[in-house]
């Protein structure tokens, strides 16, 4: 089994930065892909960002691209997300997911479906 618990949520002014963290235990995988899920009130989940821990390779949703940066410690299993510029519409719960079902060293950008492994959340809220 395998548990993610996220940290580092609060609220922020437009144009702010937050780092969110995720600590990875149980059965972690020495290459997996993981990666950062958010759900807006009354919206769908979506993808924010996602990296293959083995060899480091990230993928973003557009929306954040050039302004989010994904990154995984895996001396400490710990995944992080450094978020810069923030808007008012980044204001969702993010949360940390992973699977070892489905790599994503290809580049591969996962939905949300692809995961199998999910954190409780962390509540980002951004005002403007």
Known sequence: QVQLVESGGDSVQAGGSLRLSCAASGSTYSSWCMGWVRQAPGKEREGVAAISTGGGRTS?????????????????????????????????????????????????????????????????????
């Open 60 to 128: 973003y949703a557009d929306s954040v691209e050039g302004r989010f940066t994904i990154s995984y410690d895996n001396a400490k299993n710990t995944l992080h997300l450094e978020m810069n510029s923030l808007k008012p519409e980044d204001t969702a719960l993010y949360y940390c997911a992973a699977t070892k079902f489905r790599p994503c060293s290809d580049g591969y950008f996962p939905a949300p479906s692809d995961y199998s492994f999910w954190g409780q959340g962390t509540q980002v809220t951004v005002s403007s």
